[in-house]
Nanobody, 127 residues
């Protein structure tokens, strides 16, 4: 059974940093594009970043470009999101998602493009 598990969330002050991790099992991780999303109650899930199977192509949403960095370690079946210069507006539940294939399409920010999801990890940024 495929498992996708996020970790690394927590409470941080504005201007601080956090590194999220997403580990997977029973999944052909190295063959899939992976992405990070976030969601606050009452709002749609927002696509933050996507990374191709080989890690050499990454895409970012405007709200996090220049502050967040996505990366992956295929040997460890793990996806990362380094978050710097955090703002209170970054407070949300953060989710990891596995694509159906190895490439980030133009539609990468759309949640329905992804096959597997984790349960999320909460990030809270205090002002």
């Amino acid at each position: 059974q495929v498992q996708v598990v996020e970790s690394g969330g927590g409470l941080v002050q504005a201007g601080g940093s956090l590194r999220l991790s997403c580990t997977t099992s029973a999944l052909n991780f190295a063959e899939r594009a992976m992405a990070w999303f976030r969601q606050v109650p009452g709002k749609e899930r927002e696509g933050l970043s996507c990374i191709n199977w080989h890690g050499r192509i990454t895409m970012y949403g405007d709200s996090v470009k220049g502050r967040f960095t996505i990366s992956r370690d295929n040997g460890k079946n793990t996806l990362y999101l380094q978050m710097n210069s955090l703002e209170p507006e970054d407070t949300a539940m953060y989710f990891c998602a596995a694509d159906y294939d190895g490439y980030c399409a133009d539609s990468w920010p759309i949640p329905s493009e992804y096959e597997y999801w984790g349960q999320g990890t909460q990030v809270t940024v205090s002002s």
